[in-house]
């Protein structure tokens, strides 16, 4: 995938996400918000020649981003975002806490993708 298209599918699932949590589907909402995040990190990883393989090296590249951006809270913002999958996984958060962890995870996919314009 080119950079450009890691941010239109980034776009596209985190549209797709809002929707399957409105119908109630929250463990498909969340693989699909956590797929927004991954995809969001890696193209910011790949642009930077960084590597993005897996889980760890997508890890390690946020926390090359937050020192390079000066900014902690993209490193932490990327392992917080891992809570979905977890959620898509064991199906474990109740609706007051996925309502509550959403709007960061949005943020942090809307950031990692404001990196790439």
């Known amino acids: 995938m080119t950079t450009l298209e890691h941010t239109r ?3 596209e699932l985190l549209a797709k996400s809002d929707k ?7 463990r498909e909402g969340s693989k ?7 995809i969001a990190m890696t193209a ?3 642009q930077r020649g960084w590597k993005h393989s897996d889980y760890k090296e997508l890890l390690q590249a946020g926390k090359l981003l937050a020192q390079e951006q000066g900014n902690k809270s993209i490193y ?12 898509s996984r064991f199906g474990f958060l109740e609706d007051y806490e996925l309502d509550a ?10 950031r990692m993708l404001s990196l790439m314009e």
């Open 9 to 11: 599918t980034a776009q």
């Open 20 to 26: 399957q949590f409105a119908a109630g589907e929250y």
């Open 32 to 38: 699909t918000l956590w797929r927004a995040a991954e």
């Open 44 to 46: 910011v990883a790949e």
């Open 76 to 87: 932490t913002g990327f392992g917080a975002a891992r809570l979905f999958y977890d959620n």
């Open 101 to 110: 962890f959403a709007p960061p995870t949005h943020d942090f996919i809307n």
